[in-house]
């Protein structure tokens, strides 16, 4: 069974700095997704990833994935506030269901 | 394109009722799929359909949850008899096939039900 575990949960920094959500997934898939989600609101897709060494960048955002690592990353650099959101990332399992991550809480202090 | 639509966008009843709410897809999408999130469970895959047949429903709480698809515009999660522990999002999500690998692409997400059963 697919595990999607994303970390941390919960991240509060200050605009300005860099970081990283890291997103570690249990069996092998060759299809990993990045949405974010503003509070009260829908899920906005950021990133699909497709293949191993992807990277995509949107903004100060910038998403990447190892498939041997089973490992994607999701970067911010120079944080501003209206990055303040929940990051979910979910993988596609062999069954054709998107697994979800519990989502990183991610607050950036002005 | 309108995106996703969903209504009602709130809900509030009492438990025992019939609730339905209802989803149409972004035109030409193959796939589509519930969901519920709630703060304890996080984000749940309810049902998918692909090409308006429903392809796993192992996420489908109970049988009091039975999701349709009658038509390729059209989706429909009813939950009868309502219980306080259904309160929670519902989402809908449609999605475009991948043709080239297999599988689909990035889900595109409804605004959400928020149901709350008292």
């Known amino acids: 069974e697919l595990k999607v575990e994303q970390n941390p949960l919960f991240l509060s920094m200050q605009e300005g700095k860099n970081y990283t959500i890291y997103c570690n997934y249990s069996?092998?898939?060759?299809?990993l997704y990045w949405y974010r989600q503003d509070p009260g609101k829908s899920l906005e897709s950021l990133f699909v990833l497709l293949s191993n060494g992807a990277v995509k960048q949107e903004g100060r955002l910038m998403a990447s994935l190892d498939t041997k690592a089973r490992l994607s990353t999701l970067h911010i650099t120079a944080a501003v506030h209206d990055l303040s959101a929940t990051y979910f990332c979910?993988?596609?399992?062999?069954?054709?269901?998107?697994?979800f991550g519990k989502g990183t809480r991610l607050h950036i202090l002005p | 394109d309108a995106g996703v639509i969903q209504s009602p966008r709130h809900e509030v009843t009492e438990m025992g009722q019939e609730v339905t709410l209802r989803c149409k897809p972004i035109?030409?999408?193959?796939?589509l799929f519930w969901y519920r999130q709630t703060m304890m469970r996080g984000l749940e895959l309810l049902i998918y359909?692909?090409?308006?047949?429903?392809?796993?429903d192992s996420g489908m709480p109970e049988d009091r949850f039975s999701a349709k698809m009658p038509n390729a515009s059209f989706s429909t999660l009813k939950i009868q008899p309502s219980e306080p522990r259904d309160s929670a999002v519902y989402f809908c999500a449609s999605s475009l096939a991948e043709w080239t690998t297999g599988g689909y692409n990035e889900q595109f997400f409804g605004p959400g039900t928020r149901l709350t059963v008292l």
């Open positions: 979910a993988v596609l399992n062999r069954d054709d269901k998107i697994i």
């Open positions: 359909f692909n090409n308006n047949v429903p392809i796993d």
């Open positions: 069996t092998t898939s060759d299809r």
């Open positions: 035109s030409g999408h193959d796939y």
